[in-house]
């Protein structure tokens, strides 16, 4: 494996990633508890030669919690096996970034069509006349 490519963009190189590998809770039994299948990975984004500043920015702004500390952090445990926990880790982490890098819709102003500014004035019409129903009669 030599790194993650990132359809697109640009391929994380392998030196950048840092992996850890623990026992898991998921299925399997015994071996579950004796194997070390859970795979961490990390990938200290902040400091990855592979992005520029702006890209670095918006992974920060997207990837929410998972990016504490300039660090993006992935863990698998779903399958018995390390190597397949690896594969989806991967799979994940690029998904993230290329959901990350993918550039907002711009939003374009629009007006309320006629009928639904003339239903808003009947719908505030309606609601007026059933508080003023509601008030005490004058006499």
Known sequence: MDGIDIPGHFIIPEDELEWEFSTSGGPGGQ???RSAT???L????QHSRALSLAEKTRIKRKAGARAGGGVLRITSD??????????EARDRLAVIVVDALRPDKIRRATKPSRSAREKRREDKRRRGETKRMRQRPEY
Do not use: I, K, M, P
Request: charged share 40%; aromatic share 10%.
């Open 31 to 33: 071996h579950a508890n």
């Open 38 to 40: 859970r795979v961490e």
């Open 42 to 45: 990390r990938w200290d984004y």
């Open 78 to 87: 779903r399958s018995r096996s390390q190597h397949r926990n690896r594969l």
